[in-house]
């Protein structure tokens, strides 16, 4: 586990922005209590709490990850209009550093369209 610091820093904030998800015509997440979680150089990341998405167009895939600052990482496909396999991550169980993301899901981006409507 490394933690994050000068060269690598992490920042966790409420977003303060309502944030909607969809895959095609479908909604699966819509929420005013997004995260957003900025990392060293990557582009910001919105994580979305799981009660604002509707978990039953998800299903979770055997893929995961490690990032040494966050932990380890679950994917989930979205069965909706069409299937977008591992369309999202998630940190099940966090390390402490970055302990906000619990029970929050995270999209790519490419896979899904991120709208950031008016509150």
Same mark, same amino acid.
């Given at each position: @586990?490394?933690? =994050?610091? =000068? /060269?690598?820093?992490?920042?966790?904030?409420?977003?303060?922005?309502?944030?909607?998800?969809?895959?095609? /015509?479908?909604?699966?997440?819509?929420?005013?209590? %997004?995260?957003?979680?900025?990392?060293?150089?990557?582009?910001?990341?919105? $994580?979305?709490?799981? %009660? !604002?998405?509707? @978990?039953?167009?998800?299903?979770?895939?055997?893929?995961?990850?490690?990032?040494?600052?966050?932990? /380890?990482?679950?994917? $989930?496909?979205?069965?909706?209009?069409?299937?977008? /396999?591992?369309?999202?991550?998630? $940190?099940?169980?966090?390390?402490?550093?970055? %302990?906000?993301?619990?029970?929050?899901?995270?999209?790519?981006? !490419?896979?899904?369209?991120?709208?950031?409507?008016?509150?």
């Amino acid at each position: @586990m490394k933690v =994050p610091g =000068p /060269d690598h820093p992490i920042s966790i904030s409420p977003a303060g922005k309502h944030i909607r998800v969809t895959a095609g /015509d479908v909604v699966v997440a819509d929420t005013t209590n %997004a995260l957003i979680l900025k990392e060293a150089t990557y582009p910001e990341v919105f $994580y979305i709490p799981r %009660a !604002d998405t509707d @978990m039953s167009v998800l299903a979770r895939t055997a893929r995961t990850t490690h990032c040494p600052f966050k932990g /380890d990482a679950n994917y $989930y496909t979205i069965n909706a209009d069409t299937t977008l /396999d591992n369309a999202i991550w998630t $940190y099940e169980a966090p390390f402490p550093s970055v %302990a906000e993301i619990k029970d929050h899901l995270a999209f790519y981006p !490419d896979k899904v369209k991120i709208e950031i409507l008016p509150v």
